[in-house]
Nanobody, 127 residues
Framework: QVQLGESGGGLVQAGGSLRLSCAASGRTVSSYTMGWFRQAPGKEREFVAAINWSGGSTYYTYYADSVKGRFTISRDNAKNTVYLQMNSLRPEDAAVYYC?????????????????WGQGTQVTVSS
């Protein structure tokens, strides 16, 4: 069983930056595709970014159009941790951000395709 725990959320002004972390425990997640999702009040959970690992130094990443060029997902397999660097934050980025994992290298955008979830971390962006 995989447990995921997010940290790094908080309040930031528009244009600012935050770095979210997702620490995995219970199992090594190097063979897992890891993703970040977010959910704003009254809205469905939406895909933000995902990263897999094909061995060595080969990673593949995929981003939602709304965050492309501003957010960067990365992973440190030695630390069993995934990160989301968020720059140029906008008020519309405010949401609870969730880390998720699914076994295998195929990147998926649907929350239904992920088996493991963290408890979420709140990101608030003031205008």
């Amino acid at each position: 069983q995989v447990q995921l725990g997010e940290s790094g959320g908080g309040l930031v002004q528009a244009g600012g930056s935050l770095r979210l972390s997702c620490a995995a425990s219970g199992r090594t997640v190097s063979s897992y595709t890891m993703g970040w999702f977010r959910q704003a009040p009254g809205k469905e959970r939406e895909f933000v970014a995902a990263i897999n690992w094909s061995g060595g130094s080969t990673y593949y990443t995929y981003y939602a159009d709304s965050v492309k060029g501003r957010f960067t997902i990365s992973r440190d397999n030695a630390k069993n941790t995934v990160y989301l660097q968020m720059n140029s934050l906008r008020p519309e980025d405010a949401a609870v951000y969730y880390c998720a994992g699914r076994w295998g290298q195929t990147i998926r955008r649907s929350p239904d395709d992920y088996n493991y979830w963290g408890q979420g971390t709140q990101v608030t962006v003031s205008s």
